[in-house]
C-alpha cells in the first residue's frame, strides 16, 4: 500500500506506510522505527515505560523560550503523577526543592540550545512497586530559578508512561506540545494547508487513521504517515487506531480551520462585553472586546466545547468587538465558558463574575466555597469563566446607609487572609463587633478580586469582574458588605488598575515574547514609571477608559461599596521615566496628564454616586496633590517612619508636622494619615527590636512599648481629616512583614486580645471614639508643635478647646504649651478633672502623656 493516493470528501490524504507482510513473511511484532520527533519535549524509546531507561531532550528555542540563549547550568525540577495522585498538578517523588541544584536534575547541553536528560522512572524517583507510574512531570529551570522553561501558554510539561507489553499508539507528528493531553503545537490552520501526520504503535498492527471519523488510509506495520489538505473550516479531529487480536488502541487530537466572520451589528439590547441573557435567560448573548482579531469561537458547556459552525463568533462593523448568540439554555444552570481566539489564545471572558481555574481551585476549602462547579478537565484548558441566568441574587438588607463625612473617616485596614484564621468572609462577618467596639466606621479590604494563586495579598490581580474564591462566595461578600453597613461601617476596596498580571484576558488577548504587544488595546509594552509590577495598563487608551469604567460602575452598583482605595495612582500616566528608582523623582514630579486622567475618572465616579470615598495612594508632588485633594480625592499620608521614631525614642527624625494638611499645601483636611498600612514595617516589631532606652525604662519592654502607641495614636487621631490603621495594630501585633516573606502568610494572634495588649485596645477605642463624636476634630483650628522631645497639638472650636502633649524621650523632659490657659481641664484618659497653670511649664515622664480638653469629650 506504500504510496496510495487516497481522496476523501473535504480532503486529501497521501499515505505510506511499513511493507505489509507477505504470505511468507513473519507474522511476528516488527520493531518500532525510531523517529526523529522535533518539540519542545520529546523522549525515547516511542514508548517509554516506569522500567527502561527514557531519554528526554529539551529544545530552549520551542515553548516559552525563557531558557533560550541562556549561558549557564539547566536543571529540571522533576516529579511524577502516579495512581495516587489528585490531578495533574499532584506531583508525587518531586526530586529537590525549587532551587536546589544536584547532579541527577542536570541536565547535559548537546549543543544548539538542546538538553538532554537519562533516567529510569522507578529507581530514579524511588516509586514503591505498587504505586502506578503515568507520567514525568517537569519544568526546566536556570541554576538560580529565575528563567523557567515551559509550554507557550505557560504550563508545565509531561512525558507519558506505558505499561510494558501493552498495545499503545500515539501521533510523533505534528509535533506535539507535551502537555498532560498532548496537542500539535500548530492548532489552527487556513482551508488549503496541509498537515502531515506520523502515528506510531507499540507493535506492529493494523494502523488506521481517521479524520472527523472518516477513515483517509490504513495498513499493517509500526508507522503509518499521510498528509491532509484542509478545504473547510471548523475543527477536524485526527484519531490513530491500532488493531491486534481482539485488542485496539487509540489516540487523537483535533485543529481548527479558520472560517471567514460574519458582519454584523450587536442585538439591540446587548452589552459589548460580558453576557447578555434574554428571553428569561433562555438565550444569551456573549460579547468580547478584541480589535484587529480575525476570528473568534465560543466554547463552553453548550456546545460540549467543540468549534462548531454556530459558536464561530460575528464581528462588529467597527472591527471593536466579537458576539454571538446562544438559545435554548436552561436559566438555572451555571455554564462554563472560554473564547478561542485566532484558534490560539484561549481566555475566560475578562467580565466574567465567577471563574474556575483548574490549578488552585482545588485548595479552597468546601465549607469557604459550597458546590463550586467542576472544571471541565478533558475538554478544555486555562482558566474558565461561568455564567447563570437566574443565580440565587442576595436580598440586601440594610437599607439607606449613612456614610461617614469623609473628614471624621477611622479606617480599619484589613486583609482576609491574615486577620482570621478561617481566611472566610462568613467568619469576617461574626467578627464585626470587634470592629464595631473598636469604633471605627470604615472597614477597608485588601483586594478582594480575582489574584493569581490562592494565597496572595491580592496586588497580582487578574479579573476584576470576579471576588476570588479563596474568601467565599459573591454573596457571601455582599453579606459582610451589608452587615457592616448595619452597624455604621462604610465598606472601601483597594483596587488594582495601574496593573494587571499575566492571567489577565487582557494581557494573552495580545501578547508576544513573554509581554504585551504593541497592539494591545490597554496596556504598554513596557511599564512607564518605578515600582511597576505585573503589567501596566495604558489610561490614555480608549479601551482602558472603558474597561476601568466598567470595572467602577459594577462594584459601586452591584456591591454597594462605599469607595475606593486606588494602588499605585501616581502610576496612572503615559509620561516616561523609565522603571529604575532614579526616576522616581521625575515621576514624582506635577503631571498635567496624570492629574487629567484623574479627575476624569473622579467625575465619572461622581457621576454615580456624589459621596463617593475616593483614595489615592499617590505620593506625589505637593502642587498635583493639592489640585486632586480640591477635587474631592483623598490621599495616602503615610508616617510611619516618624511615628515609629518617636515610639522607639529616636528623636531626631520624629517630626510629625506633615500630619497637617496645611503643611502640603491643601485648603481640606483631604489626607488620610496613618502610622502602620500593610505595607511598611509593623511599629511593635521595631519598638521591641530596636526601641531606645535610659536606666530603668527601656522602650524593648512590652508594657513600654504598648504605652508608647497608644500615646502616638492620640496624636494621629487628634488632627483633623481621615485616619487609617493597619489590623491588630490596636493589640500591639509585633509579627515582621518580613516574617515568611514580605507578602507571605502571617500569624492569626488573637490570644493577643488580653492583658496590657487589650489595654491598648481600650485607649484606641477611647481616642477614636473622641474623633467621631466632638466636631472639633473635624473643624476646629489648630496651632501644633511636633518636633523635638515633647509634642502638642492644639485645637479650638465652638468654645471648647483640646490639648494633646506628650513626651516621646526615653527621659524626662519638661512640656511648655502657651495655648493652656490656668483653670480646671478634663483629663479625658484619667477621667478626672484637673487644675493646670497658665502655659503648662511642667515636666513629663518618659512616654507620658494627656488628652486635655475644656469640657470632657463625649467617646461613644
Not at 506505558?162 to 507535551?178: A, W
Not at 522603571?579 to 496628564?593: H, M, N, R
Amino acid at each position: 500500500m506504500k504510496g496510495i493516493l487516497f481522496c476523501f470528501l473535504c480532503g486529501l490524504a497521501v499515505l505510506t506506510g511499513c511493507k505489509k507482510p507477505s504470505g511468507n513473511d513473519s507474522p511476528g511484532p516488527d520493531p518500532v522505527v525510531p523517529e526523529a520527533e522535533t518539540g519542545l519535549l520529546t523522549f525515547m524509546p516511542a514508548f517509554p515505560t516506569a522500567n527502561e531507561e527514557i531519554t528526554l531532550r529539551f529544545d530552549s528555542g520551542k515553548g516559552n523560550r525563557e531558557l533560550h540563549g541562556y549561558a549557564g547550568d539547566v536543571y529540571a525540577h522533576i516529579g511524577v503523577i502516579t495512581s495516587l495522585s489528585g490531578g495533574a498538578t499532584d506531583w508525587r517523588y518531586v526530586k529537590t526543592e525549587w532551587g536546589e541544584n544536584t547532579a541527577a536534575t542536570r541536565l547535559v547541553d548537546i549543543g544548539n540550545g538542546v538538553y538532554e536528560l537519562k533516567l529510569k522512572p522507578r529507581v530514579y524517583f524511588g516509586v514503591p512497586t505498587g504505586e502506578k507510574l503515568l507520567k514525568i512531570a517537569l519544568v526546566l529551570r536556570s541554576a538560580d530559578g529565575s528563567k523557567v522553561g515551559r509550554n507557550s501558554d505557560g504550563s508545565d510539561l509531561y512525558v507519558p508512561l506505558f505499561e510494558q507489553g501493552g498495545l499503545h499508539v500515539r501521533f510523533s507528528g505534528p509535533e506535539m506540545q507535551p502537555l498532560f493531553s498532548p496537542q500539535p503545537s500548530k492548532l489552527v490552520y487556513a482551508p488549503g494547508e496541509t498537515i502531515e501526520l506520523t502515528a506510531l504503535a507499540s507493535t506492529s498492527v493494523e494502523l488506521a487513521i481517521h479524520v472527523n471519523g472518516n477513515l483517509i488510509g490504513t495498513d499493517r506495520g509500526t508507522t503509518l504517515r499521510a498528509t491532509y489538505t484542509f478545504t473547510q473550516s471548523g475543527e477536524h479531529t485526527f484519531t490513530a487506531v491500532a488493531t491486534e487480536s481482539g485488542k485496539s488502541g487509540e489516540a487523537g487530537f483535533s485543529v481548527l480551520v479558520l472560517g471567514d466572520p460574519e458582519i454584523a451589528e450587536l442585538p439591540a439590547g446587548a452589552a459589548p462585553n460580558g453576557v447578555t441573557f434574554m428571553s428569561g435567560g433562555s438565550a444569551a448573548v456573549f460579547a468580547l472586546t478584541a480589535p484587529g482579531k480575525t476570528s473568534a469561537y465560543l466554547l463552553g458547556d453548550f456546545n460540549d466545547w467543540s468549534f462548531q459552525p454556530e459558536s464561530l463568533m460575528k464581528r462588529t462593523p467597527d472591527g471593536k468587538h466579537w458576539w454571538v448568540a446562544v438559545d435554548g439554555l436552561d436559566p438555572q444552570a451555571a455554564y462554563a465558558y472560554q473564547f478561542v481566539i485566532d484558534g490560539t489564545i484561549r481566555v475566560a471572558d475578562p467580565y466574567a463574575e465567577l471563574v474556575l481555574d483548574p490549578d488552585h481551585d482545588q485548595y479552597i476549602p468546601g465549607h469557604t466555597y459550597p458546590n463550586l462547579k467542576s472544571y471541565p478537565h478533558g475538554k478544555t484548558s486555562g482558566i474558565v469563566a461561568v455564567t447563570t441566568a437566574n443565580e440565587h441574587r442576595y436580598a440586601w438588607r440594610t437599607q439607606g446607609f449613612r456614610r461617614p463625612h469623609p473628614h471624621d473617616l477611622v479606617i480599619y485596614e484589613l486583609h482576609v487572609r491574615d486577620f482570621i484564621a478561617a481566611r472566610n468572609y462568613k467568619t469576617l462577618v461574626d467578627t464585626l463587633n470587634y470592629l464595631t467596639n473598636l469604633g471605627v466606621n470604615a472597614l477597608q479590604l485588601m483586594p478582594v478580586n480575582e489574584f493569581e494563586g490562592n494565597s496572595s495579598w491580592g496586588y497580582n490581580p487578574s479579573f476584576y469582574f470576579a471576588p476570588d474564591k479563596y474568601y467565599g462566595t459573591k454573596n457571601d461578600l455582599k453579606q459582610l458588605i451589608d452587615e457592616c453597613h448595619a452597624r455604621g461601617i462604610a465598606v472601601i476596596l483597594d483596587v488594582v488598575l495601574n496593573h494587571t498580571f499575566g492571567q489577565s484576558p487582557l494581557v494573552r488577548l495580545y501578547a508576544e515574547n513573554g509581554r504585551p504587544s504593541a497592539d494591545n488595546p490597554w496596556l504598554n509594552t513596557e511599564a512607564r514609571h518605578p515600582f511597576n509590577v505585573g503589567y501596566d495598563f495604558n489610561h490614555e487608551s480608549e479601551y482602558t477608559k472603558a474597561f476601568v469604567s466598567d470595572v467602577l460602575r459594577f462594584w459601586m452598583e452591584e456591591y454597594r461599596v462605599d469607595g475606593f482605595r486606588f494602588d499605585l495612582s501616581k502610576g496612572f500616566t503615559q509620561k516616561n521615566t523609565g522603571t529604575s528608582e532614579s526616576g522616581v523623582a521625575a515621576w514624582s514630579a506635577y503631571d498635567a496628564s496624570r492629574v487629567a486622567i484623574w479627575k476624569a475618572y473622579h467625575a465619572f465616579i461622581r457621576s454615580i454616586d456624589a459621596d463617593f470615598f475616593v483614595i489615592l495612594e499617590h505620593f506625589a508632588d505637593d502642587s498635583e496633590e493639592s489640585e486632586l485633594a480640591a477635587e474631592g480625592m483623598l490621599l495616602w499620608n503615610n508616617l510611619n517612619y516618624p511615628f515609629n521614631e518617636a515610639t522607639m525614642g529616636w528623636l531626631d527624625q520624629s517630626d510629625f508636622r506633615r500630619l497637617f494638611h496645611t503643611e502640603h499645601g491643601f485648603s481640606a483636611p483631604n489626607l488620610v494619615s496613618y502610622m502602620e498600612s500593610h505595607d511598611e514595617e509593623r511599629i511593635m516589631f521595631k519598638n521591641l527590636a530596636y526601641g531606645n532606652r535610659s536606666g530603668g525604662y527601656d522602650v524593648r519592654q512590652l508594657n513600654t512599648a504598648l504605652k508608647r502607641v497608644e500615646m502616638a495614636a492620640a496624636f494621629l487621631l487628634a488632627a483633623p481629616g481621615p485616619k487609617m490603621m493597619w489590623q491588630f495594630g490596636e493589640l500591639g501585633y509585633d509579627v515582621s512583614i518580613d516574617e515568611n516573606g514580605r507578602t507571605g502568610e502571617k500569624p492569626v494572634l488573637w490570644e493577643y486580645n488580653k492583658g496590657p495588649r487589650r489595654e491598648l485596645y481600650e485607649a484606641f477605642g477611647r481616642l477614636i471614639g473622641f474623633k467621631t463624636h466632638n466636631e472639633i476634630f473635624r473643624h476646629g483650628t489648630f496651632t501644633y508643635q511636633l518636633a523635638g522631645a515633647v509634642k502638642y497639638i492644639s485645637l479650638m472650636h465652638a468654645g471648647q478647646q483640646v490639648v494633646v502633649v506628650g513626651n516621646f524621650d526615653v527621659v524626662p523632659r519638661r512640656a511648655d504649651v502657651e495655648e493652656i490657659s490656668a483653670g480646671d481641664w478634663y483629663d479625658n484618659m484619667g477621667g478626672q478633672v484637673i487644675r493646670l497653670d497658665e502655659g503648662y511649664a511642667r515636666s513629663l515622664a518618659p512616654g507620658e502623656y494627656y488628652v486635655y480638653s475644656k469640657a470632657a469629650l463625649a467617646s461613644r
